[in-house]
């Protein structure tokens, strides 16, 4: 099963990049709030193996830089000493996976800062804070599409199952979220909650805009799962053992509606990054100075930051490979939907 | 034409419904323009008091909902509080920019996407085709807030042409056929954005689309009778497939109303998108509601369109309306 | 001997007795005008304990209907249905979940009555399950009793229904059925989706049974050859009325109504010649 292995295939990618995310801690060398006055806007650290001297280095290395003379935003490398890049040092206390307390980061040098990605208007370090916004970001996709498949699924079953005016009552509620473009319903859901709240209660916040805006959609799927399942003559047969509602619903109805489910959650929780970024970015999401990928980008509403930093335009694209793997994952899974619907309509005729 | 009144009634009763849940949501909604305003010291409490009175904030929620129907009736659906003014001339002028600049994303979009899936299509799974879905792939996985601002800073550096605002200074001295070319001038980069937005996955589902119809029975009976291609692609197989195009026409009114929400924002051309976040930010309400409600209509009017393409295409909904 | 056993039976109680019987589905939207589609349009028959009823009708004749509402699945519209003496219509959702394990409906297409991601274990301790009949360790021994009981293997307890034949599978669900050892078992065109020689294999497995655990059967067929062979008496069903009714040789030598021409003549003609001689 070539799907199969394509579908693992994009698995694993997702894992290594969220694994990578939540090891923020050590794979970032600096707090990812903590601020250098002195190095605004400081562009990606260069990284070189043969220093002033034409001698070649085995272990590469950085320069400390300074402020050219005369210029409040352009630097020059110190090349008189070089600072090799160190691995395993110790550096910012941080948490790892949020409790074990640790020192030591992935790489660093000693005398002077690596910034992968170049630094922001208050001098952090953009690489550490891609990867501790991508914490944020991705949490709060993850549990966004994680409660809008819950609420999807709580209203389709009961739209599906019972059927009746709880199925109307139901869809023409469902109908009402759909007739508004998403990203003014996720505005509109976000205006009428307070604004200025601290970091985790606007997480939580966002988290349950996110959340509550998309369950239409997966609602109706669902439903119509549901529908169809209920019918089967399977579950006819359970019924005529004597089985419950909620015994039918938790064993043969619901187990129906994984392969949707699975698929929603492969398209929804990029859609719901995305939604996270969006709100950051706006300046509705999280508040600063908790990274987030929104946050990392909005600066670049700034006119004067889009024409002078180029560098602060790389956490989108590094974003990118993230997106790539859930679009992957999706198709693989749909893929395999499609398959699964041949095979399983083949030996239908065959009997 | 039963069939278009019914779907106009369900346009017309989606929007109250959305209306009734937005007041709703209000009347839930912790904080309001009044509280932001109390934390003012400069404003007296008494004063505070004497302006929620005279909006109509202190009267139940059935009340203030009816009185605000009336005033949509009279065309001003409500009052914003921040630009003191009714809402619906500010936001008339804002959908007017909007609408400009998603009609002439959506056309452009169709334009490009329909020949380019069904020129992918006839070359199902060689280079070309597998070359396109590349493509699109790439543009898919590009979230639509880098694409704008990468755009942005490739014209900013380029400075091929404006970047942000729909007019230049100089817009009102300009000659009717310079004022006209300033405007296009304008719209390439939000328009480029939206497009680019959309159109990898409107390229998609044309291509499957097509692909799906044509290993049909028919056109293959239609193959065998020496229709030539050309003729067979656009006048057989677009046809048979447009019931899922018509329907992905809707979808693509809704995602081109919430991209461009975003880039007017990215880009600052003066849509409903600026505005709306505006109002969020001040905790303007009613403007909030009257944002949120052109969109509805927007996206209903798309859908209605949809249905009206339909109604022409598929001759089954013809028959079933006439029948009752 | 068959004959016997009826005749003994109409000294006994009904198992089974419907009066009546009438299904109205409603068809209709908000807007639309409301259809109505009549199922069940007053059936009436009695089954005795140990015998075989065949309801035999074209398809679209409401015998899937009758079926579902026998199983306590849907409820009629109007009319009795007497289980043991008991109506059963009148019942509660909760009183009948009590009722449904002693009637026990076999489908027509056994892939589909089995969840294609339960094994076969699973599928056949589930009714037990369900009615808390058995101890855990108990089960699987059931479990393979029940499946040599209806000539399975007890090796397949591990695979998935798809990997059975069909035969293997309606012997299955049979199997499952019997767990719960119902009184009266609804075979709903049971044997249409096998093969012919499939379709003796389990009807001779069904009259197996019926010797030796004194089962009742409600054959629901469009094969009426199936259904003389099977059955003791036959009810013919056209349009949810049962327009004919007698013991199995009378209506296949003396058809009277024009249903039954026409389903006699749907009979292959081999079968047909061989009719007399297996009622004989």
New interface residues.
């Given amino acids: 099963m070539s799907t199969r292995r394509t579908f693992v295939k994009w698995l694993v990618a997702l894992g290594v990049l969220h694994g990578m995310v939540v090891c923020a801690g050590f794979l970032a060398p600096y707090n990812p709030v903590e601020q250098d006055r002195k190095s605004p806007y400081l562009p990606p650290t260069r990284l070189h193996l043969a220093d002033a001297n034409g001698h070649i280095h085995v272990r590469p290395f950085a320069y400390s830089v300074r402020l050219r003379v005369r210029s409040f935003d352009q630097y020059e490398e110190d090349t008189t000493e070089p600072h090799p890049v160190k691995f395993f040092l110790n550096g910012a206390r941080y948490r790892l996976l949020g409790f074990l307390p640790c020192r030591m980061h992935f790489f660093g040098a000693e005398g002077t800062r690596i910034y992968l990605l170049g630094t922001d208007a208050y001098g952090r370090d953009q690489f550490s804070r891609f990867l501790f916004g991508g914490q944020v970001s991705l949490l709060a996709g993850l549990l966004g599409a994680g409660l809008t498949l819950l609420l999807g699924l709580c209203v389709g079953a009961v739209a599906g199952y019972y059927g009746g005016w709880r199925d109307s009552v139901l869809m023409?509620f469902a109908?009402?979220f759909l007739?508004?473009?998403?990203?003014?319903?996720l505005?509109?859901?976000?205006?009428?909650?307070?604004?200025a709240v601290g970091p985790l209660e606007a997480f939580f916040l966002i988290i349950a805009v996110i959340g509550g805006v998309g369950w239409a959609r997966p609602a109706r799927l669902v439903r119509g799962v549901v529908l169809s399942a209920r019918e089967r003559d399977f579950v006819r047969a359970a019924r005529g053992f004597g089985a419950s509602n909620g015994y039918l619903l938790r064993r043969h109805i619901l187990p129906e509606t994984s392969s949707v489910l699975l698929t929603q959650a492969a398209i929804l929780i990029p859609q719901y990054v995305?939604a996270e970024?969006?709100l950051s970015?706006?300046?509705?999401g999280v508040p600063e100075p908790a990274p987030s990928w929104?946050n990392l980008?909005s600066s670049?509403?700034q006119?004067s930051v889009?024409?002078s930093y180029?560098w602060m335009?790389l956490p989108?694209?590094i974003?990118?490979p993230f997106?790539?793997g859930y679009?992957g994952l999706a198709s693989s899974l749909q893929e395999r939907a499609e398959a699964y619907k041949i095979e399983t309509s083949s030996l239908g005729s065959l009997t | 034409m039963r069939y278009l009144l019914?779907r106009l009634g369900h346009a017309f009763s989606?929007?109250v419904?959305?209306s009734i849940?937005?007041f709703l949501?209000?009347a839930?909604?912790?904080?309001n323009y009044f509280d932001e305003m109390r934390l003012n010291p400069q404003i007296a409490p008494a004063t505070v008091a004497a302006m929620r009175a005279q909006y109509g904030f202190d009267r139940p929620l059935l009340v203030r909902y009816a009185s605000w129907l009336n005033s949509v009736i009279h065309g001003e659906m409500g009052f914003s509080f921040g630009y003191n003014s009714p809402v619906a001339p500010l936001l008339l002028m804002r959908a007017r920019n909007t609408l400009l600049l998603t009609i002439t994303a959506t056309l452009l979009a169709w334009a490009i996407a329909l020949p380019l899936g069904v020129w992918s299509a006839e070359r199902l799974g060689r280079l070309p085709d597998r070359l396109l879905s590349w493509g699109t792939?790439a543009l898919?996985?590009?979230?639509?807030?880098?694409l704008a601002?990468?755009l942005?800073?490739l014209a900013?550096?380029s400075a091929w042409f404006p970047t942000?605002g729909m007019a230049s200074v100089d817009f009102e001295t300009l000659t009717p056929l310079n004022k006209l070319r300033d405007l296009a001038l304008h719209m390439i980069l939000p328009v480029t954005a939206l497009l680019l937005s959309v159109l990898p996955l409107l390229v998609r589902h044309v291509r499957a689309a097509v692909a799906d119809v044509r290993n049909a029975p028919f056109l293959l009976a239609a193959v065998g009778h020496g229709i030539p291609r050309r003729t067979l692609l656009y006048r057989y197989a677009l046809p048979a497939a447009a019931n899922p195009l018509i329907s992905l026409f809707g979808f693509s009114i809704?995602?081109l109303?919430?991209?461009s929400?975003?880039i007017e924002?990215?880009m600052s051309w003066p849509g409903l998108g600026p505005l709306?976040?505006e109002?969020?930010?001040a905790?303007d309400?009613y403007l909030?509601i009257g944002?949120?409600l052109f969109?509805?209509v927007?996206?209903?009017g798309g859908n209605l369109l949809a249905d009206l393409l339909l109604y022409w295409a598929d001759p089954r909904i013809r028959t079933e309306s006439s029948a009752? | 001997m068959k004959i016997e056993a009826s005749g003994s039976g109409q000294n006994m109680q009904p198992l089974l007795k419907v009066e009546n019987l009438l299904k109205r589905y409603a068809k209709g939207s908000l807007?639309?005008?409301r259809e109505e589609l009549l199922a069940l349009d007053g059936v009436s028959f009695t089954i005795f304990p140990g015998t075989t009823l065949a309801v035999v009708g074209e398809s679209g004749s409401g015998k899937s209907t009758l079926a579902s509402c026998l199983a306590c699945l849907e409820s009629p519209t109007t009319g009795n249905i007497w289980f043991e003496g008991k109506d059963i219509v009148k019942l509660g959702e909760r009183a009948r979940r009590q009722v449904r394990p002693q009637i026990q409906l076999i489908f027509q297409d056994p892939a589909s009555s089995l969840n294609p991601r339960w094994s076969v274990l699973e599928i056949l301790v589930e009714p037990l399950i369900l009615q808390r009949k058995f101890k855990h360790e108990e089960m699987k021994q059931r479990a393979n009793f029940l499946l040599v009981r209806v000539g399975l293997s007890p090796d397949i307890v591990e695979q998935l229904p798809t990997e059975l034949s069909g035969g293997q599978r309606q012997r299955l669900a049979i199997a499952r059925a019997l767990s719960l050892e119902p009184k009266l078992l609804i075979l709903d065109e049971a044997l249409s989706a096998l093969d012919c020689s499939v379709q003796a294999q389990i009807a001779n497995l069904l009259m197996e049974l019926q010797s030796s655990l004194g089962m009742t059967y409600l054959f629901i067929t469009h094969d009426l050859a199936m259904a003389a062979y099977l059955a003791d008496e036959i009810a013919v069903m056209n349009r949810g009325r049962i327009v004919e009714q007698g013991p199995a040789e009378k209506i296949l030598k003396q058809p009277q109504h024009e249903t039954t021409l026409r389903l006699l003549a749907a009979v292959p003609r081999i079968t047909r010649a061989a009719l007399p001689a297996v009622e004989q």
């Avoid at chain 1, 007739?179 to 319903?185: D, I, K, R, V």
């Avoid at chain 1, 970015?281 to 509705?284: K, M, P, Q, T, V």
């Avoid at chain 2, 839930?28 to 904080?31: F, I, R």
């Fill in positions: 023409r109908e009402l007739a508004l473009p998403w990203l003014y319903l505005l509109a859901l976000r205006a009428f909650l307070p604004l995305l970024m969006t970015f706006l300046g509705l929104g980008l670049l509403q006119y889009l024409v180029w335009y989108a694209l974003m990118v997106f790539l679009l | 019914r989606l929007l419904g959305v849940l937005a949501f209000t839930l909604a912790p904080g792939a898919l996985v590009i979230p639509d807030l880098a601002l990468g942005l800073v900013v550096r942000g809704g995602a109303l919430s991209g929400l975003l924002v990215v709306l976040l109002a969020i930010l905790r309400l909030v944002g949120v969109s509805t927007f996206l209903a009752r | 807007t639309g005008a």
